[in-house]
Each structure stands twice: as C-alpha cells, then as structure tokens.
C-alpha cells in the first residue's frame, strides 16, 4: 500500500492544508498513521476491535469473546455475552452529561420551517413511544415495520423499537403498498408505525391509504399507529388504528431500556439482490452500533461542536447509520431533512449548509450531477466555512462531478470523501479518512479499520495479488457491523455473500486496485441496476412486468445515464392474442410503477416481437445491455443465438432505421 505516487494520469489531491492546520485537528492526521491503525486492525482484530468497543460503547455487561466463527462456517458473532441497548447508547447517556445539545436538527419541506430537539427531549419522546410500544405489547424480538416521511418521529419510532428489545424494518415511504405487504408479510409486523400523509417539494403523499391498501393481505398486522403530519382527511380502521398523538398523551416520559445481547438483532433491511424476492438483511446489535460510531468518528472526522447533515432517506442504509446511528451514538446533532435538492429552487441544500453551519454533508453523486447540470448561480453568494469534509455514497462518482463538488461546495478546502459500503456491510468500508488520505478523483481509496479487500479473479477466485489488478471485489476477513443473517433464509445469505468464493465475503462489486494501491469500484456485477443510488433487481422488476396481463415475456437490463448513472430497459414480448396499441408502453413503464415504487420507473419500454435467446432457451442480456448503450457494433459472439434475425429488429426498435 502506497500513497504517496502520483502519476499524471490520475491526479492525486492532498489532503487539503486548511484542515490539517485548522481547529479542531483530525483524528488521524497522516497516512502513515492510517496505515499503522489498519494494519493492527485485521492483524489483530481482536486487541482492535475490544478495545474499541469497550471505548464506544455503554455495556450493561461487558464482553468476554471478541470473534467468534468464520466465513467458512457463517457463523459470526462478535461481543457475545455483552449486553447493551442501543437507545441507551445513541440517547440516555447523551441526555444525563449534555441535556440541553441539540440531538435533531429537523428542516421541515417547507423553508424556514425548523424544529429542534435537545438530547433531554429526545429522551422524553423516545420513552414515551416504546411505553405505548410495550402498551400495545411489544416485546424483545418483534418485529415492526416503520413507513414514515422524515420527520423526527420516524426516528423517534426506530429509537422506541430499540428501546424496548424490537426490531425495525424501516420501509423507504417511496415504495409501493405491494412492496410494503410483501415486505410485512414477510418479517410478521404486528405492528405498524406511519403518517396520516407525507409533505416533499410542496405535495402530499397519501402514507396512510398505501398502508391500508398493503394490509388488505398482510394479516399479522394488529396496530397501526399513525402521526398526524398534515391533517388531511384518511380512512380509518376503528380497533386497528391509533392516534400516535393520543397514544402519547397518556404514556409517562421515561421507560427503562430493555438490554439485548450483543448478537440479538437490532434491525431489518430489506434489499435487492439479482434474483427473486427482496432479503431481509439483519443486523445485530453490538458489531452494527460499533461500526456506526467508529466510521462516523474517523471517515467523517466528528467533533463535539460538528453539525452533521445526511441527505439520505431513513428508508434507506445511508439514512439508518449517517443519520440516525452514528451521530447518535456520538452525541452529535444530526439533521433529518423532509425536502428535495430543489424545493422551493435548486439552492436548497446551500441555504441549509449555511443555516445550520454544517460541517459535515453528505448526499449522492445523482443529487450531485443534478445540481451541477442546473447552473452555478445557485450556489452564489452562499457561506460554506463551516464545512470540513462533503461525502458521496450510493455509486461511483464520475470525475467532473467529484470536482464540481469539490471546487463550487467544498471550495477546494474541505477532505471529499467517496464512500463505498452497501446494506449488508452497515458501515463505510473503503473510503479516504480526511486528514490522512491524498485522493484521487473517482476512487474511493483505502481500506477502513478491520477491512482486508481482496481482488478475486472471477473465474478462479483466486487472490490477484499485488497492484494494477482488476476483478471481483470481496472481503477476506469478518468486522463487527456486516449482515449476520438474511431473515428466514440463512442459506440464501450463505449462497449470495460466503458461497461463491469460499472463505471470502463477496460484494458482488467489480474493482481495481490501481498501481499506487487505490481502490476504485467499478459497478456491479451481478443483475443488480444502480438509478441514482437506488439498488433494483432487473428480476424483481421483470417479475412485476410479468403481472400484466398482456406480457409473455420480458427481459431488463440497465443502460447508461447522465444523471441517474444507470437506468432501466424493459424489452417485453407478448401473449399471441394480445393486443399492442399505442398506449401499451406506457402502461407497462405505470405497471412497474405500481408495483415497485416511482423511483423504479423504466426509462424505456420496447415492445418486441422476440428476444435474444440460446438455442437452450437462455436469453442473452449482454445484446440488449449493448444495444441500449449504443454498442450495436460490438455486440461479440451471437453465433450461440438461436434466431439472429431478433437483432436488427431489436436496433431498429431501439433507435429507429
Ligand atoms: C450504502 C449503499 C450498495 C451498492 C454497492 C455498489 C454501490 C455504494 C458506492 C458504490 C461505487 C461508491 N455503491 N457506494 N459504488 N462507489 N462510493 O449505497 O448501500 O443501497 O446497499 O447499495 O451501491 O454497487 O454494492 P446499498
């Protein structure tokens, strides 16, 4: 590992002068430090790991073992016999040495409408909810389903499940109610915490009429409990549904929190993988928090007076540990932000940077090319000196966007950071740390503590030593904060992270390690779309187009795009006796709609007439990936096709004669 060689071809950026001379001092301040810190990392993660638990963490009961099993067995744990609670973590402790902090700094849709939250209130609010969670007899191990808009209730409502032993599996509010039954059918919510409606860019979304429309078939469900956000009219089921505000008022502002095990899981995340229905994606408690905390201390170099802004949705990963986790667990105040990038105007997030003085910012390289392709003027006149370090995360960020960034927000003075990580490995996994790592533009660099990448080549997964490789990117040896378990399907857990190279985790992800040793991500590699940070299974979305009555077939694949990186393809063929009129693309593009949620809307549906396939049936995505990319002429061997005349039909469907 080396950083200090540039070469002409990859610029390298040091790290900016500013912070290193600047107050307060990172915590790492060179990469030679990094580089000390990591090796005794995952040369013994043991030493590393315990004493950093023991550090960051409120125990109820200490730890004996720090690792226990492999990825060979699948079977880790870490921390066992440590018990702790992770409400106590992220608010008791903050709440008895600092009351008066603000903990949640919230920026309502509508400007200049902000509510904050001290350490001592959040306390009272959180305590009330897990008392009227217990009231409705919630218990250690339940499991809840959150479907909310980003409010600080929606925090709140992860908190109170933690609080009293349950387990949240927070629904992002953009997804469909077929998507949210399915995702409560299959974890046996009983319980449910929502909104009447959600307010983003001056609209309502009608929150609880989805819910309702889900729990037509989600049976396990005896309690709904909704927020009044807007006050608008809803339906309502007498005996199922409850007023949070009433439930409130009667339940007494302290409860004591309920201490887990260390391995006891704290929540579900539901994700898509290349096949099939979305997993369950569990974390337990002990590693996950650990990993939240440490990465927010060292890749966003907090400090007490920091002000920390994640633009991600709670629905999300980003949103479970930049936002609420890791801030919390440090004592920060964070901001939940309910708007979009350009509501009411595309100056959105600098006014906010400004009015809240943050120092950390973090948000997606879509929202990023979106505000750079809107023009420079929106971010005259703004002051940004707060700032010490801007984050990306959810795709690789293309060079023009990371310097736009870096020039026009960070004014070439704060540390850029490209985070990678993904659902299942809960915290940040290779990332630059601000006052140790010289960048390169689109590299998200070097390894976190206790991570050892591995470039597997594909075929063999054999270990491509050494720099200037290229393969499949995986993770030799266990940290605290990866997945344990996909909910009710260990073995699909095995088979899609520890079985295709054995003793490995894999990412899924293809990557370089480039000549000076920096990391670069190269997009997936598995049927996984990546639209503007939103992970989709072209499965998933084949199967919804299926539903409709007039396909036969369909066959998804993700093209390239300015703005969103990727975007969704949908080819589809049709039953013989079904009809194609003119409005049929469209329908089927709503269908998805429907099914999975706006953001999975396909840019694109072509009805054809037949697909690519193998003699044996096979249908061969690679044509249609490269004839949606313009790649028509490099389409390679189509001598395994069993009917070559689909191919100029499907070029002249694409993009005309
Ligand atoms: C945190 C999050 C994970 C997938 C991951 C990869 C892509 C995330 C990235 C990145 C390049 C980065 N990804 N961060 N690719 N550079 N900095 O996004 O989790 O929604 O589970 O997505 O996102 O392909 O495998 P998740």
């Known amino acids: 590992m080396t950083a200090d060689t540039a070469s002409p071809a990859d610029p390298t950026f040091p790290v900016p002068a500013r912070l290193l001379a600047g107050k307060p001092t990172p915590h790492v301040t060179s990469f030679d430090q990094y580089k000390a810190m990591w090796e005794q990392s995952v040369k013994d993660p043991q030493t590393f790991f315990g004493n950093l638990a023991r550090e960051t963490l409120t125990w109820a009961k200490p730890f004996e073992t720090v690792l226990n099993g492999s990825f060979t067995e699948g079977d880790i744990g870490w921390f066992l016999e440590g018990e702790l609670n992770a409400c106590y973590n992220c608010v008791d402790r903050h709440a008895f040495t600092q009351p008066d902090k603000v903990a949640i700094i919230h920026e309502g849709d509508e400007l200049n409408n902000v509510r904050k939250i001290t350490y001592r209130e959040l306390l009272q609010e959180v305590s009330r909810l897990a008392n009227v969670l217990t009231s409705l007899d919630v218990r250690k191990g339940d499991n809840i389903a959150i479907y909310m808009p980003m409010v600080p209730e929606a925090i709140f409502a992860m908190l109170a499940c933690a609080r009293v032993g349950a387990v949240h599996s927070v629904v992002f509010a953009g997804f469909s109610s077929d ?24 609209k309502n979304i009608a929150t ?82 650990l990993g939240a905390a440490a990465t927010l201390k060292y890749i966003f170099d907090y400090h007490p007076d920091d002000v920390h802004a994640c633009m991600a949705d709670i629905g999300w990963i980003t949103g479970h540990t930049y936002l609420l986790y890791g801030p919390l667990l ?39 090319r979106a505000l750079r392709r809107l023009g420079d003027q929106w971010l005259d006149g703004y002051d940004f000196s707060s700032l010490r370090v801007i984050g990306s995360v959810g795709e690789p960020i293309n060079p023009e966007a990371w310097h736009w960034y870096n020039d026009k927000v960070g004014r070439n003075q704060c540390a850029v ?5 993904q659902t299942e490995t809960g915290s940040i996994v290779v990332s630059p740390l601000p006052g140790a790592v010289a960048t390169k533009p689109g590299s998200a660099t070097f390894p976190f503590f206790g991570i050892k990448p591995e470039i597997l080549d594909p075929q063999t997964g054999q270990v491509l030593e050494g720099n200037d490789v290229t393969g499949v990117l995986a993770i030799s040896q266990p940290w605290p904060s990866m997945a344990r378990t996909v909910y009710n399907n260990h073995n699909r857990y095995l088979d899609t992270y520890l079985n295709p190279y054995k003793g490995f985790y894999f990412t899924g992800d293809g990557a370089t390690r480039d000549k000076d040793g920096y990391i670069w991500i190269r997009g997936r590699v598995d049927d996984v779309i990546n639209v503007s940070g939103h992970r989709l299974s072209t499965a998933e979305i084949e199967s919804a187009l299926i539903l409709h009555p007039a396909v036969a077939e369909a066959a998804v694949v993700g093209g390239q795009d300015d703005l969103t990186g990727q975007c969704i393809h949908a080819y589809c063929t049709l039953k013989p006796n079904a009809e194609e009129d003119a409005g049929l693309e469209k329908e089927l593009s709503l269908q998805v709609r429907k099914v ?34 313009n790649e028509q002429d490099q389409l390679g061997d189509t001598s395994t096709l069993a009917e070559p005349g689909v191919v100029p039909m499907l070029i002249e469907k694409v993009h005309g004669k």
């Open 179 to 202: 998507s949210l039954r399915d995702r409560i059918q299959d974890c046996g919510a009983r319980v449910v915490l929502t909104a009447d409606e959600g307010r983003r860019g001056g």
């Open 208 to 289: 609880k009429r989805i819910v309702d429309e889900a729990l037509k078939q989600a049976p396990s469900v005896e309690h709904v409990l909704v927020l009044r956000r807007t006050g608008s009219e809803i339906p309502w089921k007498a005996g199922r549904d409850l007023w949070w505000h009433e439930e409130i008022d009667k339940a007494r502002p302290y409860s004591p929190p309920t201490n887990v095990n260390a391995e006891d899981p704290l929540f579900l995340l539901y994700t898509s993988g290349s096949t099939g229905t979305p997993k369950g994606v569990m974390h337990t408690t002990g590693g996950y928090l």
């Open 330 to 368: 440090n004592g920060a105040t964070t901001v939940v932000f309910e708007s979009t990038p350009t509501y009411p105007n595309p100056s959105r997030f600098w006014e906010l940077i400004q009015t809240h003085k943050v120092t950390q910012f973090y948000t997606a390289p879509t929202a990023i």
């Open 417 to 421: 950071i490209d985070t990678y990580w």
């Open 596 to 629: 999975i949620g706006p953001f999975a809307t396909p840019k694109r549906v072509y009805v054809v007439g037949d697909l690519p396939k193998t003699r044996s049936g096979k249908i061969m995505r690679r044509i249609l990936r490269k004839i949606v990319n």
